[in-house]
Nanobody
Framework: QVQLVESGGGLVQAGGSLRLSCAAS????????MGWFRQAPGKERDCIAA??????????YYADSVKGRFTISRDNAKNTVYLQMNSLDPEDTAVYYC???????????????????WGQGTQVTVSL
């Protein structure tokens, strides 16, 4: 069992940056693979970034829409996963969710159904 709490969302100007944080409870955080999802009104919830457990150095995934602009990272000592978002665009406006699943080696999952635990979401709004 793990509980997730996102923070760091808000209103930012186009071209600006935000860093989202996802703080996890429990003693087994390092055994969980993590993902960041976002959902805009009327659209599906899509995976934009994911990171495996740290086995053999770990592995990261990025959706094409955010590749080169967003960076996912984890700090197991702090039980926290981050999403650094740069060069933000109004199309990035959405509710952002942190999610966790039991990790297996360096595997990556991008489907929402693969993740067992979810945070409450944090709103990111990018203005012109």
């Amino acid at each position: 069992q793990v509980q997730l709490v996102e923070s760091g969302g808000g209103l930012v100007q186009a071209g600006g940056s935000l860093r989202l944080s996802c703080a996890a409870s429990g003693r087994t955080f390092s055994s969980y693979a993590m993902g960041w999802f976002r959902q805009a009104p009327g659209k599906e919830r899509d995976c934009i970034a994911a990171i495996s457990i740290d086995w053999n150095g770990g592995r990261a995934y990025y959706a094409d829409s955010v590749k080169g602009r967003f960076t996912i990272s984890r700090d197991n000592a702090k039980n926290t996963v981050y999403l650094q978002m740069n060069s933000l665009d109004p199309e990035d406006t959405a509710v952002y969710y942190c999610a966790a699943r039991a990790g297996v080696g360096r595997t990556i999952a991008t489907m929402p159904k693969s993740y067992e635990y979810w945070g409450q979401g944090t709103q990111v709004t990018v203005s012109l």
